[in-house]
C-alpha cells in the first residue's frame, strides 16, 4: 500500500521561501517518478517537478525557483520553493507513478497515487 503524506504548506509573502516535504511509504518507491503538482481554484491541477529514474524535471513556470529533491533512507520528497510569486498560491500535492515516457511527467494521468495536499498561500 502506498501512502503519501504532505506537510510544509504555509502563507508567505512574496519573494518568501517555503519547503515542501512528502513522507512515503516504502512501496511508493517502486515507482519511477515522484512529483509534486498543484492545483489553484477552477484550474486544472498541474505538474510543478518531479524526480524520474534520477532525473529532475521541472515546469517552466517554476525552473530555477523550485528544487526538488529526495533523501532515500528518509523516504521523503521535497520541494523548496523560493522566490515565491502570488500565482504560485495552490493546493501542492506528491504523487508517485511509473512514466514511460518522461515527456508525460507533468501529466496528472500518469500517476497512481497521490497525497491529501498542502496549501500554499503568497501574498503580494
Known amino acids: 500500500q502506498v501512502q503519501l503524506v504532505e506537510s510544509g504548506g504555509g502563507s508567505v509573502q512574496a519573494g518568501g521561501s517555503l519547503r515542501l516535504s512528502c513522507a512515503a511509504s516504502g512501496a511508493a518507491y517502486s515507482n519511477n517518478c515522484m512529483g509534486w503538482f498543484r492545483q489553484a481554484p477552477g484550474k486544472e491541477r498541474e505538474g510543478v517537478a518531479a524526480i524520474c529514474t534520477g532525473h529532475t524535471l521541472y515546469a517552466d513556470s517554476v525552473k530555477g525557483r523550485f528544487t526538488i529533491s529526495q533523501d532515500n533512507a528518509k523516504n521523503t520528497l521535497y520541494l523548496q520553493m523560493n522566490s515565491l510569486k502570488p500565482e504560485d498560491t495552490a493546493m501542492y500535492y506528491c504523487?508517485?507513478?511509473?512514466?514511460?515516457?518522461?515527456?508525460?511527467?507533468?501529466?496528472?494521468?500518469?500517476?497512481?497515487?497521490w497525497g491529501q495536499g498542502t496549501q500554499v498561500t503568497v501574498s503580494s
Open positions: 504523487a508517485a507513478g511509473k512514466v514511460y515516457d518522461y515527456w508525460a511527467w507533468a501529466s496528472r494521468y500518469e500517476y497512481n497515487y
